[in-house]
């Protein structure tokens, strides 16, 4: 190969390469949100489930606010794991008072959001934003979805996502 073919070639390769990199940020970025035409301030989805079903948690730390520099009395900022079984739902909750990022580390499940006309699909490496909406999860796959929530919590007893 000659050395300009060489190059030629490098530079190809690298610009191959940096295209397929913007466009998994660019998917990634997306991933697992409300698509931009589907978003709704009033009649998104509607409340489901009414009681967690096959869902496990493990509280992983958590810190009381009060004594904080942010001092924000009798809250908590805390992190737990969360694990739903296959067909197992996350109950209909509020986000209105309570701010949350949620991690998918594994598996998938939807999420029916009252902010949002249609059903919002997550998969493992998504993270969801969670304010000032309600809204109810589903994992719908044959396999358990493991979640990392962390949160702002007036009640540390508050056992919603």
């Known amino acids: ?34 698509p931009a035409n589907k978003v ?16 496990t948690e493990k509280l992983l730390g958590e810190i ?7 001092a924000v009395a009798d809250h908590h900022f805390r992190m737990r794991r969360l694990e739903v079984a296959p067909g197992g739902e996350v109950a209909w909750h509020s986000h ?5 990022l949620i991690y998918v580390v594994s ?8 902010t949002c006309s249609v059903p919002i699909e997550h998969q493992a490496g998504d993270l969801s934003v969670e ?7 589903k ?9 990392i929530s962390a949160d702002i919590a007036a ?3 508050d056992h919603n996502m």
């Open 1 to 34: 190969m000659t050395p300009s073919l060489s190059k030629s070639w490098i530079a190809l390769t690298l610009a191959g390469a940096l295209t397929g990199a913007f466009l998994a940020i660019a998917n990634a970025a997306s991933a697992g949100e409300c």
């Open 40 to 55: 709704v301030t009033s009649n998104g989805q509607q409340p489901g489930a009414t009681a967690h079903k096959s869902v």
């Open 64 to 70: 009381n606010l009060t004594n904080e520099k942010v």
């Open 96 to 100: 209105d008072e309570r701010p949350a």
């Open 107 to 114: 598996g998938k499940i939807t999420e029916y959001a009252s």
């Open 131 to 137: 304010s000032h909406l309600s809204h109810w999860w």
């Open 139 to 147: 994992n719908n796959s044959d396999k358990p979805t493991v979640l």
């Open 155 to 157: 009640d540390p007893k």
